[in-house]
């Protein structure tokens, strides 16, 4: 008779999906509202998305409790650099954050899959996307989530962001302008949520520009 133990596991995933979107003068970062374990909803109004700066938000989606530990970590470490240097974080500096953060937690890590968009010191669009121990990039458009390999394939056709190979560098923002870049969120969300069981109810979405932090929100299928 084999020996049977029961497995125990520090780590849960509640599911949903993340998008950012940059553009010239703007971002756009986007999340479902639902939080699920196994084939339970534990809630269908959990905002995934967290404001870091004036210019910067993140959208997280894996181990929620572990999402929440981060955003604490991160905004004590803002809190700090404030004190010190009399401003708040540029998006690019609090990407290098979030990804020592990460990195510094690599053998007992941060559940969590984050998208991270805002403005540059120049005011144009930025999104860093990240794998769970800290390694980042910066790039055009990206997703993270249980959604996600629904999600990029539907962005590559629609966006097609230059090779990182090409010289000099391409720019990786997208052509869209604010109002295309939101419609094709709420559109690859209501597909996201046709086919995937963890992502749904609603959509927020936040856009960062010039003028400060915009939300807006719509209605996904709630089954």
């Given at each position: 008779?084999?020996?049977?133990?029961?497995?125990?596991?520090?780590?849960?995933?509640?599911?949903?999906?993340?998008?950012?979107?940059a553009?010239?003068?703007?971002?756009?970062?986007?999340?479902?509202?639902?939080?699920?374990?196994?084939?339970?909803?534990?809630?269908?109004e959990?905002?995934?998305?967290?404001?870091l700066?004036?210019?910067?938000?993140?959208?997280?989606?894996?181990?929620?409790?572990?999402?929440?530990?981060?955003?604490?970590?991160?905004?004590?470490?803002?809190?700090i650099?404030?004190?010190?240097?009399?401003?708040?974080?540029?998006?690019?500096?609090?990407?290098?954050?979030?990804?020592?953060?990460?990195?510094?937690?690599?053998?007992?890590?941060?559940?969590?899959?984050?998208?991270?968009?805002?403005?540059?010191?120049?005011?144009?669009?930025?999104?860093?996307?990240?794998?769970?121990?800290?390694?980042?990039?910066?790039?055009?458009?990206?997703?993270?989530?249980?959604?996600?390999?629904?999600?990029?394939?539907?962005?590559?056709?629609?966006?097609?962001?230059?090779?990182?190979?090409?010289?000099?560098?391409?720019?990786?923002?997208?052509p869209?302008?604010?109002?295309?870049a939101?419609?094709?969120?709420?559109?690859?969300?209501?597909?996201?949520?046709?086919?995937?069981?963890?992502?749904?109810?609603?959509?927020?979405?936040?856009?960062?520009?010039?003028?400060?932090?915009?939300?807006?929100?719509?209605?996904?299928?709630?089954?």
């Amino acid at each position: 008779m084999t020996k049977q133990q029961a497995n125990w596991s520090p780590y849960d995933n509640n599911g949903g999906s993340c998008v950012a979107i940059a553009g010239a003068d703007y971002c756009v970062i986007a999340a479902d509202t639902r939080m699920s374990t196994g084939y339970n909803i534990l809630t269908r109004e959990y905002s995934k998305i967290c404001k870091l700066a004036d210019k910067c938000v993140m959208a997280s989606s894996g181990f929620q409790a572990d999402v929440k530990a981060l955003q604490k970590q991160l905004a004590a470490r803002h809190l700090i650099y404030q004190h010190q240097h009399n401003k708040q974080m540029s998006c690019p500096a609090m990407a290098q954050l979030l990804s020592n953060t990460l990195y510094y937690k690599r053998f007992f890590p941060y559940y969590s899959f984050n998208v991270l968009g805002g403005l540059d010191n120049e005011g144009k669009g930025c999104v860093f996307t990240y794998d769970a121990v800290g390694s980042y990039e910066k790039v055009g458009y990206s997703s993270q989530g249980y959604g996600s390999t629904l999600i990029m394939p539907f962005l590559d056709n629609q966006l097609k962001s230059p090779s990182p190979l090409l010289l000099p560098v391409q720019d990786a923002v997208t052509p869209l302008v604010e109002a295309e870049a939101v419609d094709l969120v709420k559109t690859v969300f209501a597909s996201a949520s046709e086919r995937d069981i963890y992502t749904g109810d609603k959509l927020e979405i936040v856009v960062v520009n010039a003028a400060g932090i915009r939300r807006e929100y719509m209605e996904l299928r709630k089954d």
